[in-house]
């Protein structure tokens, strides 16, 4: 019996291909009224692990549940979770509205909910228009109407701003966090943390199936490191002052010294005191993209896997899990 949380669990999950292993013991939680980023390199096993989610594939390992059950045992499973996966097709002599109602009534819903979600998704005057004749940002907004028929709890979306314009993105944006906001559960894949990063509110960061980050995202921003890189006259006294505050200094292939963790005032007066000239200095951070790849390619270990602190989700909104209100 499902439990109705909107919650998914996934808990030592791994898949194999014969001798290759796509995903690894993997292990995290999407709550309910938050927006989770699944996240990595193409190849990574995003596909794979979301397929497993949806029951499409039999994990080798491990499980995962939605609302406490595997999918294959919620009832009527659409109006439970909508899904956009990577792959979309459309027959091309249909239009947008036909396509719907054959969901629709697949779903045995209403054909006026066709009409509601192509409102919802902008596609209102493109109703009778043929999916072939569709842009592929306009047949990402199909598939996303496709989902949404049965006014889910749960929406998994396997990089679903692929083809949209920057307007385009910036109303998915928009739009997930308005889902979340009613306290409703979405999970979206993505191979650029860029573009994910003004929408999602926890991560998931995978790199050759396996977790190489769990938390929010505000944590993985703590987790940046800065730098200051300076051309000093004599590298080996400053070295010395920077040793005895605790400082560390390691050399750079240019020649230069690189300070991690350090302000550049602070090694200034420091230079300062010792007699040593500098010729250079230079404030480096790194940016949430740079930290991304890092983390993907086993580059960087100061950021760990961080405990979920939740709070309580926001209460559900208009409809049994939210409607299709002008608010989305």
């Known amino acids: 019996m499902h439990d109705g949380s909107g919650r998914i669990t996934v808990q030592g999950l791994g898949k194999s291909f014969g001798p290759v292993h796509a995903v690894r013991d993997l292990s995290f939680t999407v709550q309910p009224g938050t927006v989770t980023g699944f996240l990595g390199p193409n190849g990574s096993g995003k596909t794979t692990t979301l397929r497993m989610i949806l029951g499409l594939i039999e994990p080798s390992t491990g499980s995962a549940t939605v609302n406490g059950v595997p999918f294959r045992g919620l009832p009527n499973p659409g109006t439970v979770v909508g899904a956009v996966l990577e792959a979309q097709s459309f027959h091309p002599g249909r239009t947008a509205r036909d396509h719907l109602r054959c969901y629709a009534a697949a779903m045995r819903l209403p054909d006026r909910q066709a009409d509601q979600v192509l409102e919802l998704v902008g596609l209102g005057t493109a109703a009778k ?34 083809g949209l314009d920057p307007e385009g993105i910036a109303w998915l944006r928009s739009f997930l966090k308005s889902f979340a906001a009613t306290g409703r559960t ?26 190489v980050y769990n938390g929010h995202l505000d944590e993985l921003r703590a987790a940046q490191r800065s730098r200051v890189l300076v051309q000093a006259a004599d590298p080996a006294a400053l070295v010395a002052a920077l040793e005895r505050e605790g400082l560390a200094a390691e050399a750079t292939p240019d020649g230069r010294l690189a300070i991690p963790g350090a302000d550049s005032r602070v090694v200034a007066d420091l230079a300062l005191e010792a007699g040593v000239a500098l010729y250079g ?21 100061g950021a760990q896997n961080a405990p979920s602190r939740w709070g309580p989700p926001p209460a559900p909104g208009y409809g049994p899990h939210g409607g299709f209100g002008g608010n989305a």
């Open 129 to 162: 228009r043929r999916a072939g004749g569709f842009s592929l940002g306009m047949r990402q907004r199909l598939a996303l109407a496709t989902a949404l028929l049965g006014d889910p709890q749960i929406l998994v979306l396997d990089e679903p701003s692929n």
């Open 186 to 211: 979405v999970l979206v894949s993505s191979h650029l943390l860029r573009e994910m990063e003004h929408t999602v509110d926890h991560v998931v960061i995978v790199s050759r199936g396996e977790c």
């Open 281 to 301: 200095m230079q404030d480096e951070r790194v940016d949430l993209e740079q930290l991304f790849f890092q983390l993907t390619n086993g580059q960087f270990a």
